[in-house]
């Protein structure tokens, strides 16, 4: 069964790069990665869908990218409003949604 | 705008049953499958169930495979989780998601969620 591994915590200064990484056997397979962002308290939402596109409302700081096993989420400077949990989303073997286990982002 | 209100969360205890509900608007409700996911306290998102656009197929985590049933009405656009035998790991918020086609896809719109604690 796969397994999608992401680091706990980014920290990064307001107007810095953050990078978020997720990897997987999953994202090898031709399975899309995608990326959700929870804000405290809030329902998530889709931020990159299909490894590097953008929902209309999502601002273009936000993008995405696909290596191999490893799909990275990149904010380009970062703002304070961007703190929030990051989850990743791919399919396991099964072809059931599996999501990362998260990062949360801090933005100080 | 696309909207998605879940309801029926409470307090049940461990062995009980609970109906979760999610009432859509903004979209036509019958051409788009639907899911549940949940996130217990302090923890990360755990996909639940999925059912089609059309009702035929479900799917369904294997942690809940034989106790859990999610069904759709399209004539209220109201989708539903009937929780039974729930145990204390239940406990959680349930979220409703809408995927963006009939199929099983991914989750493009997601609801505030309603809050299920199992305790006795």
């Known amino acids: 069964s796969y397994e999608l591994t992401q680091p706990p915590s980014v920290s990064v200064s307001p107007g810095q790069t953050a990078r978020i990484t997720c990897s997987g056997d999953?994202?090898?397979?031709?399975?899309?990665g995608y990326w959700y962002q929870q804000k405290s308290g809030q329902a998530p939402v889709l931020v990159i869908y299909?490894?590097?596109k953008r929902p209309s409302g999502i601002p273009e700081r936000f993008s995405g990218a696909i290596s191999g096993t490893m799909a990275t989420l990149t904010i380009s400077g970062a703002q304070v409003e961007d703190e929030a949990d990051y989850y990743c989303y791919s399919k396991d073997s099964s072809e059931n949604p599996l999501f990362g286990g998260g990062t949360k982002l801090t933005v100080l | 705008q696309v909207q998605l209100v879940e309801s029926g969360g409470g307090v049940v205890q461990p062995g009980g049953s609970l109906r979760l509900s999610c009432i859509a608007s903004?979209?036509?409700?019958?051409?788009?499958?639907m899911h549940w996911v949940r996130q217990a306290p302090g923890k990360g998102l755990e996909w639940v169930a999925f059912i089609r656009f059309d009702g035929i197929n479900e799917y369904y985590a294997d942690s809940v495979e034989g106790r859990f049933t999610i069904s759709r009405d399209d004539s209220t656009n109201t989708l539903y989780l009937q929780m039974n035998s729930v145990r204390a790991e239940d406990t959680a918020v349930y979220y409703c998601a809408k995927a963006p086609s009939g199929g099983f896809d991914y989750m493009d719109v997601w609801g505030r969620g309603t809050t299920v604690t199992v305790s006795s």
């Open positions: 299909e490894d590097n």
């Open positions: 999953a994202l090898a397979k031709k399975k899309y």
């Open positions: 903004g979209f036509t409700f019958s051409n788009y499958g």
